[in-house]
């Protein structure tokens, strides 16, 4: 069986344990209720029926698959970007790389907020909206701009390490192969030492892909087991809005940005997303995702290592895209159930104010909910209307993830060919054919012999 059947294989098994998740955890939430559920005793620890397939079974499964693709973060962020860094001959190049990574997410963010505020204000997914929930919101302070410079910069990195601090990592991994690359011969030899660490990494990611079609099943099952129907029914409108504008900037936005930036055909890199996708969608989390966004981009799309190791990881900190979009929304549907009209003014500034927050919060714990707070402050709007959105933000996180990642894997792809590290064979392979997973090889010769 070829590498590629194999893969094909994956990704329909995948499909697989998907659907099967959500069909067996709506039964499980259809077929039990509080009153009727029977007691099972297990380790001298009581579970219900229904709790014991879905706290236990489901909750145990699903954690340790997310436990698992986290584990790879930190040390495949800090490796793989350690080696991008010391390997390239223009230092530089380095900050044509921050620049353009940065301004491409800053712009991509600003046109999600932009779009989402236009089509709010045409649909009106707030009028008519009776409030029917007694759930309060009580955000998490927002760190101030300042501070989050300062924070970007590790007094300890063995500590940012264990926190996983995206940014301190980041900045401490650029550090370190900067240095490597001024040492000469000695610094030769701790990035052969730092290139085998990260072949053994990527051999890790690859046995964790081969199960993941058992944690997308865990994780879909307790998602379809513990969905609240009724509170997404009140709100469906809100819903429908959001998941078709996140829908429209994945398909939009980022293939004319492609065709415009890079002249690539974007039909190629969103089919070669889909296992991402998938990923992506079921963790809910761009950080966990992360190890199978790095593989996509430099062995599906061509991109080199310097510019994937660095990219990827900044843009799973601070491209939002998607939340951008759910802040647009969610702004003008609070402001049209307490019956508020927003200016021109409060407009522009929910624009600014989203865009600017999105980095401004990068590695805050609940960072949607957070920067969504941060928003409605600006522009005096009760920061308690949060809870209204509360009980469906889950289904729309996971959709806001897979933009998210697209987004991480579109701009890492335009920077690429802007320097003219895009190996455009790898990127218009055929996804199906023993041509893409040749090429990544040579492309992977090629760049351990730069």
């Not at 067996?24 to 509080?34: H, T, W």
């Amino acid at each position: 069986m070829s590498q590629d059947t194999k893969k094909s294989n994956l990704t329909l098994r995948i499909l697989i344990g998907m659907i099967a998740g959500i069909v067996i955890g709506a039964l499980l939430q259809m077929s039990f209720d509080d009153s009727g559920d029977r007691v099972i005793n297990i380790f001298s620890t009581s579970f219900s029926t229904y709790g014991f397939f879905v706290d236990g079974i489901f909750n145990i499964g699903g954690t340790i698959f997310i436990n698992s693709l986290k584990m790879l973060v930190v040390p495949l962020v800090f490796v793989s970007l350690v080696c991008g860094v010391s390997s390239l001959s223009d230092p530089s190049k380095l900050g044509r790389l921050g620049g353009k990574s940065v301004g491409l997410y800053v712009l991509t963010t600003c046109i999600a907020v932009t779009f989402a505020l236009i089509m709010a204000l045409i649909v009106k997914p707030g009028e008519g909206f009776i409030i029917q929930t007694d759930a309060t919101f009580a955000p998490s302070q927002a760190p101030s701009l300042a501070q989050v410079i300062i924070d970007m910069f590790p007094s300890n990195p063995i500590n940012a390490m264990a926190e996983g601090n995206m940014l301190q990592i980041i900045v401490f991994a650029v550090l370190v192969g900067i240095a490597m690359s001024k040492c000469g011969e000695n610094g030769l030899k701790v990035q052969k030492a730092f290139e085998t660490i990260n072949d053994v990494i990527m051999k890790i990611v690859l046995i964790i892909m081969a199960l993941a079609p058992y944690g997308v099943f865990f994780l879909m099952a307790k998602l379809a087991a513990t969905t609240d129907l009724a509170a997404f029914g009140s709100i469906l409108k809100y819903f429908f809005l959001v998941f078709f504008l996140l829908i429209a900037h994945a398909l939009i936005t980022y293939p004319t940005l492609l065709v415009l930036l890079a002249r690539l055909n974007p039909v190629t890199l969103l089919i070669k997303m889909k296992d991402t996708a998938i990923f992506a969608f079921s963790s809910s989390s761009s950080s966990a995702t992360l190890p199978i966004t790095l593989t996509t981009a430099q062995k599906k799309l061509g991109v080199d290592r310097s510019v994937a190791s660095f990219t990827i990881p900044l843009g799973a900190t601070i491209n939002m895209d998607g939340t951008a979009i759910m802040q647009g929304v969610a702004t003008v549907f609070i402001a049209q159930v307490y019956g508020v009209d927003l200016s021109t003014g409060d407009l522009l500034m929910v624009v600014l104010t989203a865009t600017l927050a999105s980095i401004g919060t990068a590695g805050v714990p609940g960072v949607g909910l957070i920067m969504l707070a941060m928003v409605l402050q600006q522009v005096n709007l009760p920061v308690e209307g949060i809870a209204l959105i509360i009980g469906i933000d889950r289904l729309l996180d996971m959709t806001r993830t897979v933009v998210n990642v697209t987004g991480d894997c579109t701009v890492a792809t335009i920077v690429a060919k802007s320097e003219g590290v895009l190996n455009e064979d790898i990127y218009n392979a055929d996804p199906f054919s023993d041509e893409m997973t040749e090429a990544a090889k040579v492309s992977g010769h090629n760049t351990q012999e730069n």
